[in-house]
């Protein structure tokens, strides 16, 4: 049985082009926020964008070379990495298997976001003025 999925009108194609602009690094959860540029005919130049909350594992493929895949239990000591994002923006995102999405960044890294095989809550996404919370495949009881 499937855990929680993005539905296929979720504003995924709303990430492209924001801006890594802040990591936050807890215990049990990393925090990506992001920024968009306007349009340059308006007085701000930078207005809010998405944020992501990860709970479960991710797996950093930088530019080819090599990945990384991060346990939450590992969040503390590893997820420092991510700080490579800063400032990168984002090209495309993908949608995979098991309700997991890869994210493309424009420095040829990209981030995987997986989900937790039990069926737990795995990440949370807030674009464009939505929210969802996705979870991996349960198993039957």
């Not at 005919?41 to 070379?65: K, Y």
Request: hydrophobic letters at 40%; charged letters at 15%; a negative charge.
């Amino acid at each position: 049985m499937l855990g929680f999925a993005i539905p296929p009108e979720f504003p995924l194609a709303d990430l492209s082009g924001q801006e890594v602009t802040q990591v936050c690094i807890g215990l049990s959860q990393v925090q990506i926020q992001f920024y968009r540029q306007r349009q340059s005919d308006t007085p701000a130049r930078w207005e809010a964008g998405a944020r992501i909350d990860v709970e479960a594992a991710f797996t950093l493929h930088m530019g080819g070379s090599h990945s990384i895949r991060v346990e939450p239990i590992e969040f503390k000591l590893s997820a420092g990495m991510l700080a490579g994002l800063l400032g990168e923006a984002i090209v495309q995102v993908t949608r995979l298997s098991g309700n997991e999405i890869q994210i493309q960044f424009s420095n040829s890294h990209s981030l995987q976001l997986h989900t937790d095989p039990q069926g737990f809550e795995s990440f949370h996404l807030h674009v464009g003025g939505e929210s969802i919370t996705v979870s991996g495949a349960r198993s039957a009881a």
